[in-house]
């Protein structure tokens, strides 16, 4: 049993003892005995001194044979690894061979080589190729790969160019040298849904995306989706694809969303599968995101790779970065920034804030499953954007150019990412480097000044303590900010204020009046802004900002202000918000995506971290109560102009999953849960009826749930949809997440008890304990049943998958915000997780990192 609190350190870097030219793989595939042969071609590392070892990374095998050279050899083994000591090898290169026996269909961890109802596949990042065979698995150490699969299933599938096919087996290459964590390989009685693409040079790729027989006419959408990145990516970046094959693979049983295996990606089969009838709007747009991410990493992340794990920015701050940019330039992007904005401040900014606070590169981990969190993704790609609007889009061009040309087919890390910036353009980054190794949010206050003539904004910047790092630096800050005149006229455009000290202040001279100031314009830093009972200025910006995403903001932050205090002092809904909401939700002139996304109120959770933030207790009681009343009074103050919205919005064009149209359907869908609010759900069960996308089905049944209605939709639902997992996933989701707070953990338990809860399928679990998670009032009901229910089933959950389980412990990761009572119900329960027998190192790092807040 390895050390579970054994620390990996950035510090303790070296490379690996030897290189490892070439790597053939055999599999003869067998559900409970698969034989695995690996031959590898080594020699020792230049960069190394001395005769070393050969220690190879190995979990769960069975070794029959080990042959260096064709002799047979004793290697030392334990839980971990196997050694051949020095004195045993050759003093050159040397032919390693071991064959080692695995059993795909007990693995229920879903890493490595398993099963998912009767297909083979694989997952190997972080660390999983050590399941399948004996092999130094580690990302800086890249070989190529060949790999031959014996069985007699139909579809045999691996990386790289297919170069044999016989029966019962089926041969690949790959050319492109490659860490072990981006092997793959799939097997089963697939269908493929197929199209070709042809590069800017004339290269012709076969596209296919693989499936269970009978899905092939959902895989359109994904496809279409595969097309419009590769093409982007060659517009935008320059970057071709490099194989004659491109292959997707949809899996049911899936820890992860997906995984960018060269040449052959594998997909949980909730991010490819989509029709109209079974995807919602925003199924659409994940999908169309997610296939894009994927595609993006064969440039970053599988050309230009990490060194190691604690790198793990360096391929997906980039490529979340990048997928961004792509979604903005398909949709709209003023709406795909407001939404990411809203993602981050939900997963992120609550996770800096809390006792899992980390920096985008961390320093050490236990187990580096833990680490792929919305810091690493969410703010790693806010980082390259703060970098670019630093640079300029010029500069950010030529130091990615730069980046692909220096360190294709390298394992490179954050201070070459940075080099490369720093000689592209000739700036210093070495205060900028605090981003990537100083975690927390920072706080920027600001405050402003009219004398003379002469408008001063002055910026102070906090930066909070996190766990391990008491005292920081101050940041750079980009700060993109524009004046307003008080007739809503720009006058001064958006210019790019650059913050390197504590505190700064900023002129602007020639101003006729004091202007209203519209601070951090696209969210240009990932900062908390402090300015705060200036309702008039929020109400103005509202009002005119040309600006699309402050615009928004000033109507978040209204609508958080006066959230807090209805939920602090029991006030009212003012009247003058009501106001603003209403000219925005009927200005005709808007964006229909925009329109909704103001009217959807802040959540549970964001309001709860912004009173913590406010210095206050936060009450889960009294947030949700506020929040219903809001709703409420805003049904009442749009008054019949919602039915009228609600009309117009309701065309009879044919579906198409187009961000215009999905826009319109948002709109439509909040018109809807308001108009609920007033009918009992009449108008709702009409909509439900001839409802026509499953955007529409799900909006009409939240809107009823939400009245506590529906019983028979829900009915109509599950005996339409039993059949599809994914859909009967969001059935279970809306069920507890529209619950009654005191009610929540037994809606969950009840539901836990339906013949389809497969709690072993991480799909259905987070759908199901993960919904409980996200009902704020239901999970911090102060009973403490929300808290025992969770902790029972990660508890059940983890000896069978620990990622998934370490995972959805994160619900308990704001225990430390609430009250005393609260509080130590929360801590009992993480006490008794940390308790339970046989606890994988996975869940026992995040509750010990969690319970060491307090
Ligand atoms: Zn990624």
Known sequence: MPDPQKAVRLADYQPYTHCVDSVDLTFRLVPEATRVTARLTLRPNPERTGRNALRLDGEGLKLLSCTVDGKPVKPEIDAESLTIPAKSLPAGAFTLETVVEIAPDAN???????????????????????????????????????????????????????????????????????????????????????????????????????????????????????????????????????????????????????????????????????????????????????????????????????????????????TVFRDHQFSGDMRSAAVRRIEDVVALRARQFREDAGPLAHPVRPESFVEINNFYTATVYEKGAEVIGMLKTLVGDAGYKRALDLYFDRHDGDAATIEDWLQ???????????????????AGTPQLKVADDWKDGVYTLTFTQANPPTPGQPKKDPKVIPINVGLLNPNGDEVVPTIMLEMTRAKQSFRFEGLAARPIPSILRGFSAPVVLDRKGLAEERAFLLAHDTDPFNRWEAGRALAKDVLAEMALKGAPPPPAFLDAMASVVFDESLDPAFRALCLRLPGEDDLAQTIHAMGRIPDPAKIHAARREMAGALAIRLGDGLQRLYKDLDDSAPFSPSAEQAGRRALKMSALGLLTRRDGGKLAASAFARARSMTEEIGALSALLDVREGQAELAAFAARWRRDANVMDKWYGLQIMNAEPSEAAAVTTRLTETPAFDWKNPNRFRSVIGALAANHAGFHHQSGAGYRTVAD????????????????????????????????????????????PGLSGDLREMVERMIAAR
């Open 108 to 318: 229920t961890a879903l890493e490595g080589l398993y099963m998912s109802k009767g297909m083979y596949c694989t997952q190997c990042e972080a660390e999983g190729f050590r399941k399948i065979t004996y092999y130094p698995d580690r990302p800086d150490v890249m070989s190529r790969f060949r790999v031959r699969i014996e069985s007699d299933l139909p579809v045999l599938l691996s990386n790289g160019n297919p170069v044999g096919r016989g029966k019962g087996q089926a041969e690949w290459d790959d050319p492109w040298p490659k860490p072990a964590y981006l092997f793959a390989l799939v097997a089963g009685d697939l269908k493929a849904h197929s199209s070709t693409f042809v590069t800017v040079s004339g290269r012709k790729v076969d596209l296919n995306i693989w499936v269970r027989p009978g899905d092939e006419d959902r895989c359109a959408y994904a496809m279409d989706s595969l097309i419009r990145s590769m093409k982007w990516e060659e517009e935008v970046y320059g970057r071709e694809y490099d194989l004659d094959v491109f292959n997707i693979v949809a899996v049911d049983d899936f820890n992860m969303g997906a995984m960018e295996n060269k040449g052959l990606n594998v997909f949980n089969s909730r991010y490819v599968l989509a029709s109209p009838e079974t995807a919602t709007d925003d199924d659409f747009a994940r999908i169309e995101a997610i296939i894009a991410h994927e595609y993006f990493h064969n440039w970053t992340g599988n050309r230009i790779t990490c060194r190691d794990w604690f790198q793990l920015c360096l391929k997906e701050g980039l």
């Open 420 to 438: 490369v910036f720093e000689d592209a353009t000739g700036r210093d980054l070495s205060q900028f480097k605090l981003w990537y190794s100083q």
């Open 793 to 836: 089933w990660l508890i059940k959950l983890d000896p069978l998958n620990p990622q998934t389980a370490a995972r959805v412990s994160t619900a308990f990761e704001t225990w430390p915000r609430y009250d005393a009572a609260r509080r130590k119900l929360a801590r009992a329960e993480l006490d008794r997780i940390l308790a339970a």
